[in-house]
């Protein structure tokens, strides 16, 4: 019987650990006005606004664009969802931390051959993959790579 009251209580606290952590990636996020801001500050907003905070290499975002953001509230993982570009990913730790990080990044170049003159229809692929693409009329290509193929 003891036991049975142990593992009852066991599981409450379990299940209400679990959905409060849940329900954290659901806390929203007021913003005031449409604005179109640097991700950094998307991250200061959340911080002001909730208990999360980020862990990021700071050069991460130094060559993306500002996002667009619309006024209203949001939850958080939606603000992260639509303002962090594809190639980056975010993982919440229980603890409130935001792990943010770069999966992939975009390579282009120009190919070209003897005297400059650009190579049409050159295959470029990413090493060890059968994922690639051709070259256009200008010798040029771009070819998204995860981290550490290239």
Excluded: W
Excluded at 92 to 119: M, N, V
Excluded at 122 to 146: D, E, Q, R
């Amino acid at each position: 019987m003891c036991f049975k009251k142990i593992f009852f209580t066991a599981c409450i606290v379990f299940c209400f650990f679990v959905s409060k952590k849940a329900l954290a990636q659901e806390e929203k996020i007021r913003i005031y006005a449409s604005q179109k801001i640097a991700i950094p500050e998307v991250f200061n907003l959340i911080k002001k606004q909730s208990k999360f905070f980020f862990v990021y290499p700071e050069s991460l975002f130094k060559d993306v664009e500002a996002v667009s953001i619309k006024k209203g509230k949001i939850t958080v993982e939606e603000l992260l969802r639509i303002t962090l570009p594809k190639q980056y990913s975010y993982l919440f730790l229980p603890d409130g931390e935001i792990i943010i990080k770069k999966e992939a990044q975009e390579i282009t170049g120009k190919i070209s051959g003897i005297h400059q003159k650009p190579l049409l229809g050159v295959g470029v692929f990413i090493k060890g993959t059968t994922k690639g693409v051709v070259s256009n009329f200008s010798g040029i290509y771009s070819i998204t790579a995860p981290i550490g193929t290239i």
